[in-house]
Nanobody
Framework: VQLQASGGGLVQAGGSLRLSCKASGIAFIINSMGWYRQTPGKERELVASITRRGTTNYVDSVKGRFTISSDNAVNTIYLQMNSLKPEDTAVYSC??????????????????WGQGTQVTVSS
C-alpha cells in the first residue's frame, strides 16, 4: 500500500487547511486511516483517525476544530482543519492499517505511512 499525502502549507491563526491522503495498491482492504503529527522535541501525537465503518477519534486538543472524513470508493481520507492555532504547527503524516488479500502477499493489520506534510500556523 502506498500513501500519498497533500494539502499542507502556511496559514495564519484562525485559518483553515485541508489535508488529504490517498491509499493505492493491489488487493488490500483498509481497516483504518488517520493522521499523526510531530514537532521537534515532542512525541508523535495521533490527531485523528477513522475506521472503514466511519468511526472517528480525535485528540482532545483538536475536537470541534478538525474533522476527519473518508471516501472509501477511492481510499482517500481528508482532514479539514479549521480555527488553526500556532500550536497546531507540525509535520502531519498519514497512516493506514490494512489487510493484504493476495495469497502471495497476505497480511493482517499492517501499518503503512505516507510522507509528512508541513503545516505551519503563524500567530
Amino acid at each position: 500500500v502506498q500513501l500519498q499525502a497533500s494539502g499542507g502549507g502556511l496559514v495564519q491563526a484562525g485559518g483553515s487547511l485541508r489535508l488529504s491522503c490517498k491509499a493505492s495498491g493491489i488487493a488490500f482492504i483498509i481497516n483504518s486511516m488517520g493522521w499523526y503529527r510531530q514537532t521537534p522535541g515532542k512525541e508523535r501525537e495521533l490527531v485523528a483517525s477513522i475506521t472503514r465503518r466511519g468511526t472517528t477519534n480525535y485528540v482532545d486538543s483538536v475536537k470541534g476544530r478538525f474533522t476527519i472524513s473518508s471516501d472509501n470508493a477511492v481510499n482517500t481520507i481528508y482532514l479539514q482543519m479549521n480555527s488553526l492555532k500556532p500550536e497546531d504547527t507540525a509535520v502531519y503524516s498519514c497512516y493506514a492499517d490494512a489487510d493484504g488479500r493476495r495469497p502471495s502477499d497476505y497480511y493482517r493489520n499492517k501499518e503503512f505511512w505516507g510522507q509528512g506534510t508541513q503545516v505551519t500556523v503563524s500567530s
